[in-house]
């Protein structure tokens, strides 16, 4: 016998190939104990924080070169190297 799930829920039929349909399920049995429904809500979450992420992003003006080198030297643990200019002559 199954157990009701948590919350309000909505029944509705997707149409999709052979290979989505097994993708789908692969993944489902990887990530949420097989249950497809699970899969769907969590990518639904993930489409939900993407789309705010990119709506913040459109008010946010582009990286400098040097802020991005600077964020880059972050995330990977390296030094910036800056490169000295040579005199003009």
Do not use: Q, W
């Not at 489409?47 to 003006?61: E, I, N, S």
């Amino acid at each position: 016998m199954t157990r009701p799930r948590p919350g309000k829920t909505f029944t509705f039929s997707i149409s999709v190939d052979a290979e989505t349909r097994r993708i789908l399920k692969a993944e489902a049995r990887r990530t949420h104990a097989g249950n497809v429904s699970a899969l769907i809500a969590a990518l639904a979450k993930d489409a939900k924080r993407k789309a705010a992420f990119a709506k913040y992003l459109a008010g946010v003006p582009p990286m400098t070169n040097e802020e991005r080198d600077e964020m880059v030297s972050e995330i990977t643990g390296k030094p910036i190297v800056r490169r000295r200019r040579k005199r003009a002559a």
